[in-house]
Nanobody, 116 residues
Framework: QVQLVESGGGLVQAGGSLRLSCAAS????????MGWYRQAPGKERELIAT???????NYADSVKGRFINSRDNAKNTMYLQMNNLKPEDTAVYYC??????????WGQGTQVTVSS
């Protein structure tokens, strides 16, 4: 069973950067789409970025131009480079893949807190 572990969150000043990692328990070569989600306090979880097996990416308007999604299949890891962070980016960040969403799988997530 595939497990996904998020890491890299922390406290950062507005305008700063963080790089999140999503480490899979096994090979991600067979995984087409991987994505990043976030859930801010009092808000629903939202999809903010995806990347597919040929490295095409999509971003929510809220993060477009600031966040960069990438993946390293050799390391079985997806990354989210977050630049020019804003206080409204404060959230718990999760990664997931389509096959796990219907069964309700979510990892622990990693907390990102952006101070003004």
């Amino acid at each position: 069973q595939v497990q996904l572990v998020e890491s890299g969150g922390g406290l950062v000043q507005a305008g700063g950067s963080l790089r999140l990692s999503c480490a899979a328990s096994g090979s991600i070569l067979s995984i087409n789409v991987m994505g990043w989600y976030r859930q801010a306090p009092g808000k629903e979880r939202e999809l903010i970025a995806t990347i597919n097996s040929v490295f095409s990416t999509n971003y929510a308007d809220s993060v477009k131009g600031r966040f960069i999604n990438s993946r390293d299949n050799a390391k079985n890891t997806m990354y989210l480079q977050m630049n020019n962070l804003k206080p409204e980016d404060t959230a718990v960040y999760y990664c997931n893949i389509p096959r796990l969403i219907p069964v309700g799988y979510w990892g622990q997530g990693t907390q990102v807190t952006v101070s003004s």
